[in-house]
């Protein structure tokens, strides 16, 4: 036989497509050529493949040898073709025979080891999607690969003894002296879990995938053990109580937030404990979340259940807040903060470009990234967090050292448009001395995670099932805001109206004082909000001028 054939995946940002490498051996001269739109790293595999192979004792013909990735049309990168490409390889020359039900994943090392891949996980989601029941992968993402349930699991650490399971002669094989004992049983499938919660939202997952390949989807996953640990303690802030408040209000309602003060008042540390405050993931948010994780470069042992959190530099490129890079375009820091927290300290010492880029994914909670190799699409349903000193010097009123020009060359980076888009503008006095020495712990995280998991729950009961399972005060969408039913009466609507001239609130501003109204409402326990709610709001959003 001189054809092979192997299945595997390739990844064009969250969505996975099927591949099958097919391996043919004819006349000419000796070599490997690679057809099917490869990069780089993908035409590199030559090299790799062959001396994977003959340091296991098993080389490839010399005769000429064409590999096609079919379908050729897609864009193909990376290294996790390898072990497609050996096995379809050897296929071709007779030495093995193949399984059609089995997909191949792995990275060869010139020794024969199999090295780990990132995003395993939406690509296995994406071979269950296709028919798939057996997977083989390196035995460092056997973890990972677990939890997609329904799927037979083989991991390897070494090629040479997936060769003898497919029927090489181990009389034949070999592998370094140093290597250790590579073949990992077969695991079992990965039983469902008792009540998935997410199955049945599985095709309603699918048809909303924005190419034809499999989409990530949390039908099924098997659950895992969370791989993001508990984070630091609100009780851990010394007074501070304006700057508690707005935390809570924004983790209740999925606000975005900016505070301003001066350096020390205690802006990071309130920024840090946010996700600490937030509900645990749903299972659709967990799957998600785990799947931009593994493309992240990141291990995966489990399921991401609390909320990810991100702090990139303020020196940080535009590419790598938003992807981008070499190629099909690469998750950044606002797609590895979604279904969590996207923290920018010293936010005015970011680019002005940096930061506007933010702007379309604020509003539509999902990042599409157009370059000359192809598209990616990643979701980016974050909330924002920024944190900013009064000014360059940081000194607070009448010692502030800064020339007026200085301090509006530092808060022009805020674009108007983009501090539009942030619900909270919060004040953040100095820490005072007497609260520090007395050292009054105030209310830890769960005490105050309790409470924004009522509001949470009174929101879901209020806007509906049919607003799908992210819906929040902050996410509803602003024709249900408006509605008949829904939309601010006597004198709520009084005091909005009142609020909206004096600080000339946009039309955006207005819609953004009426949902934190409607989180303060349901922080209390109310039906609607009411007079109060409405002045808490404004004094929320208006309190700090950051532009003065």
């Known amino acids: 036989m001189s054809l092979g054939s192997a299945a595997c995946v390739a990844l064009v940002g ?28 993908l035409q590199e595999a030559k090299d790799r493949v062959r001396s994977a192979a003959r340091n296991c004792g098993v080389a490839l013909s010399p005769r000429r040898l064409t590999v096609n990735l079919v379908p050729a049309g897609i864009p193909k990168k990376g290294t996790g073709f390898d072990l497609a490409i050996l096995v379809s390889s050897l296929q071709a020359d007779g030495v093995i025979r193949v399984p059609q039900d089995v997909v191949f994943l792995g990275e060869l090392s010139l020794d024969g080891q199999l090295r780990p891949l990132p995003g395993m996980l939406p690509s296995l989601l994406a071979a269950r999607h296709e028919g798939f029941t057996r997977c083989v992968v390196p035995a460092a993402n056997v973890a990972e690969a677990r939890l997609v349930p329904d799927l037979e699991v083989a991991g390897y650490q070494h090629v040479a003894d997936l060769l003898i399971d497919l029927g090489v002669d181990p009389a034949t094989v070999k592998r370094a002296a140093d290597m250790p004992d590579g073949v990992l ?64 209000v924004a983790a209740a309602g999925g606000h975005h937030l900016l505070l301003v003060g001066p350096p020390g008042a205690g802006k990071t540390m309130l920024a840090e404990r946010l996700p600490g405050i937030l509900p645990d993931l749903t299972p659709e948010e967990s799957v998600e979340a785990t799947c931009v994780y593994s493309l992240g470069r990141r291990p995966v042992t489990g399921l991401l259940t609390r909320p990810p959190f991100e702090a990139p530099h303020h020196s940080s490129s535009t590419a790598s807040l938003i992807g981008g890079g070499a190629g099909i375009p690469r998750p950044g820091a606002a797609s590895m903060a979604h279904t969590g927290v996207l923290f920018l ?34 979701p980016a349903r974050f909330q924002l967090l920024m944190a900013a000193n009064p000014c360059p010097c940081g000194k607070p009123g009448r010692a502030c050292e800064c020339a007026p020009m200085a301090r509006r060359r530092y808060w022009a980076r805020l674009s108007g448009p983009l501090l539009d888009r942030m619900d909270l503008l919060v004040q953040v006095p100095a820490a005072r001395t007497a609260e520090i020495v007395r050292g009054t712990r105030g209310e830890d995280s769960a005490t105050v995670r309790q409470r924004v998991m009522l509001a949470r729950r009174r929101q879901r009961d209020r806007w509906g099932s049919g607003q799908g399972p992210h819906v929040t005060n902050a996410t509803v969408p602003s024709g249900l805001l408006r509605s008949d039913r829904f939309r601010l009466k006597g004198d709520a609507a009084q005091t909005l109206h009142r609020a909206a001239e004096v600080h000339a609130l946009t039309g955006r501003g207005v819609d953004r004082v009426t949902r934190i109204a409607w989180t303060l409402a349901d922080l209390d326990g109310d039906a609607v909000p009411e007079t109060r709610h409405v002045q808490s709001a404004v004094m929320l959003r208006a309190r700090a001028q950051v532009t003065s």
Request: aromatic fraction near 2%; hydrophobic fraction near 45%.
């Open 185 to 248: 049983p077969a695991e079992q499938p990965a039983a469902p879990s008792a009540a998935p919660p997410a199955r049945a939202a599985s095709s309603a997952a699918r048809a909303a995938a924005p190419h034809a390949g499999a989409a990530v989807s949390p039908a099924g996953v098997a659950d895992g053990r969370a791989v993001v640990p508990e984070g630091p303690d609100l009780a851990d802030v010394v007074g501070q109580p304006l700057g508690r408040h707005a935390l809570e």
């Open 14 to 41: 969250m969505n996975g497509y099927r591949v099958d490498v097919q391996a043919d051996l004819g006349g000419g001269l000796p070599g490997m050529i690679l057809l099917g739109l490869p990069d780089a790293s």
């Open 345 to 378: 300290d010293e936010a005015p010492e970011f680019g002005a470009k940096t930061l506007d880029s933010l702007r379309e994914p604020l509003e539509s909670g999902v990042l599409t990234l157009q370059r000359a190799a192809g598209s990616a699409r990643y």
